[in-house]
């Protein structure tokens, strides 16, 4: 297992167009985030999953996001209709419920640009 | 409301001498905190933690303080080397399963 990794890379899209992207965990992980990095901030929490279930969502996720992990493997954060306050990097991160807060490891970020 | 603050966005210090970043928390409730560095095009890696029970934790070069009464954390490195230069983040944490960021602080070691 070569850790976390995320899909696409980079997205450059129009405002009003859907985007969607991937992430794939450790495999053994259940627990697994989503974050997202503007410029000159530290990552911010959007939501996480426990197994298929999304236990928390943070106020930045609006209507216009959904977060779904189907089988409690890989997740998906589709944002429709992107505006261009919603370029910035967008993180994920897994870990194991019997881990500590340290074994949270972060893919490599997909970066958004909406033009 | 920023609850983990790092008022320094950057800091340049010469190879071989000892780099301090610094961070603040206003939330007297967080009992973990936590020190990720991040290169660019890579998502954060976890460096060094600290418990609130504690006021000093060391991992080879790296070394995390921790003052409660004053809501303070440092992280040193010695020596600093080139490959040290990163964006840290300090982190902290009141629960299991969740992490709050601060804004980073860019380190540059000059040759």
């Not at chain 2, 009992?31 to 991040?38: A, P, V």
């Not at chain 2, 460096?47 to 004053?70: C, H, P, Q, W, Y």
Request: net charge neutral; glycine share 8%.
């Amino acid at each position: 297992d070569t850790g976390v990794s995320q899909d696409p890379r980079h997205k450059i899209t129009k405002r009003g167009q859907n985007v969607t992207f991937r992430c794939d965990p450790i495999s053994e992980h259940n627990r697994l985030y989503w974050y997202r990095q503007t410029l000159g901030q530290g990552p911010e929490f959007l939501t996480y999953f426990q197994n298929e279930a999304q236990l928390e969502k943070s106020r930045l996720l609006s209507d216009r996001f959904s977060a779904e992990r189907p089988k409690g493997s890989f997740s998906t954060l589709e944002i429709q209709r992107t505006e261009q306050g919603d370029s910035a990097m967008y993180l994920c991160a897994s870990t194991s419920t019997t881990g500590g807060l340290e074994t949270q490891y972060f893919g490599p970020g997909t970066r958004l640009l909406v033009l | 409301d920023q609850q983990v603050k790092q008022n320094s966005p950057s800091l340049s210090v010469q190879e071989g001498r000892i780099s301090i970043l610094n961070c603040d928390y206003t939330n007297s409730m967080f009992d973990y905190f936590l020190w990720y560095k991040k290169y660019p095009a890579e998502g954060p890696t976890f460096l060094i933690s600290i418990s609130s029970i504690k006021d000093k934790n060391e991992d080879g070069r790296f070394t995390v303080f921790l003052n409660k009464s004053a809501k303070h954390l440092s992280l040193h490195i010695v020596p600093s080397q080139p490959g040290d230069s990163a964006v840290y983040f300090c982190a902290a944490s009141d629960r299991d399963d969740k992490i709050i960021f601060g804004k980073g602080t860019r380190l540059h070691i000059l040759p």
